[in-house]
């Protein structure tokens, strides 16, 4: 005769008010939804103060349609950019109140960074970018949304 042991699960939780069977804490997987980083440059405010951390967040589907209704990116598509961007990012620095006259100021370098940055956390899910070492050929993954180094 074989001997094992018996393993009997634990029953599964069941939300009060409908009897439905809920999903234990521990199996729930967290969706992110924010996202920080660190722009290359900085936004200068009119005082000088130079803002480079800050957070956008994912996209709605609202984001990606209202902005198509504003008259400034109907004469011009590549306005289109600037007003999406400023309804994703949440946070500059202090400053969080982003507007488009923001964006329009960023240095072009930080427009490009939130740009990729965007579409990376909104296509892939993730601020993290696989790049190869030219030195050594030593393939690794660095995040691209601008952590400092040994951050977590």
């Not at 579409?119 to 899910?125: P, S």
């Given at each position: 005769m074989r001997r094992g042991t018996l393993i009997i699960p634990e029953p599964a939780a069941r939300d009060a008010s409908t009897g439905s069977p809920v999903e234990?804490?521990?199996q729930r997987e967290k969706l992110v939804?924010?996202?920080s980083f660190?722009?290359?440059r900085g936004y200068v405010d009119?005082?000088?103060?130079v803002h480079r951390d800050g957070?956008?967040?994912l996209a709605t589907a609202r984001d990606e349609l209202v902005p198509l209704r504003d008259d400034r990116v109907r004469e011009n598509p590549a306005y289109l950019t600037v007003v999406l961007l400023s309804r994703v990012i949440e946070r500059i620095g202090t400053m969080d109140d982003i507007h488009p006259g923001i964006v329009e100021n960023l240095?072009?370098?930080d427009l490009a960074f939130l740009q990729d940055l965007y579409?990376?956390?909104?296509?892939?899910?993730h601020t993290r970018a696989t790049v190869t070492c030219p030195s050594c050929d030593h393939h690794f993954a660095v995040d691209v949304s601008g952590g400092?180094?040994?951050?977590?």
């Open positions: 234990a804490p521990a939804t924010e996202f660190l722009l290359p009119g005082s000088g103060t957070v956008m967040r240095f072009a370098t579409r990376r956390v909104n296509t892939e899910g400092r180094l040994g951050e977590s």
